[in-house]
């Protein structure tokens, strides 16, 4: 596999958020890079399959089956980076500032920015195992909130992801109970680095996470 198709874990530096505890983090860093692993393995063990140029008749299956998980590890990947990378210690505040180019786009794009985060948070409450995302078009540059299931169904091609929520258990079941997830989608508000998400909007289609970016 050549050098620029490893990806590397990029680290966080997040302990001690409001009401996400230290042990969740650990067990998440953990899980982020589970993927980071996946996606490389996978990406080699395709990758082997194409040495002689092709893909023989008995290769398919096999091969089929690594291509259709790409989606899946490379998404877990790249979405914990977001999801990480829009978190901060320290935060005192829940929502953006008045003046920022995000509550300008919110309210642009829903009407007004609690009508915008009533539809995020009610995203991130549906039933399922996904994350609530906040995308930007980068054509007409509204706002739109998407549920996506696992790590790839429902991501929308070419959009920017600005402020992005993992609603997996996983995030969160160490410090609340399954049925506590409106309480963690409150402690995930109170973490939200906004100045992360106003880069986002700054940086457009080149808004990349590191590792990924990285790994180009
Ligand atoms: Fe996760």
Redesign the pocket.
């Known amino acids: 596999m050549s050098e620029s198709k490893i990806y590397k874990p990029k680290q966080f530096d997040l302990s001690g958020l409001n009401g996400i505890s230290d042990q969740t983090l650990e067990m ?1 860093f953990k ?2 890079e589970g993927y980071v692993t996946n996606t490389n393995t996978l990406t080699q063990k395709i990758g082997e399959f194409l040495r002689d140029g092709r893909v023989d008749q008995e290769e398919m299956p096999a091969y089929s089956e690594l291509t259709r998980r790409m989606g899946f590890e490379y998404n877990g990947m790249v979405l ?1 980076e977001y ?1 990480f990378g829009n978190m901060k210690k320290g935060s005192t505040t829940t929502d953006p500032e008045n003046q920022s180019e995000f509550r300008r786009l919110a309210e642009q794009s829903f009407g007004s920015y609690d009508v915008w985060k009533a539809d995020f948070v009610s995203v991130g409450k549906m039933r399922g195992v996904g994350w609530a995302i906040c995308y930007q078009d980068p054509i007409h540059q509204t706002l739109s909130n998407h549920w996506i299931t696992l790590h790839e169904v429902g991501n929308v091609a070419g959009f920017v992801p600005v402020l992005v929520m ?1 609603v ?1 258990e ?2 969160f079941l160490l410090d609340y109970k399954p049925a506590e997830r409106p309480k963690y989608i409150e402690a995930f508000f109170s973490n939200i680095d906004w100045r992360a998400v106003e880069g986002r909007l700054a940086e457009g289609v080149n808004a990349r996470p590191a590792a990924a970016a990285e790994g180009r």
């Open positions: 998440h899980l982020y914990h999801y993992d997996w996983h995030a």
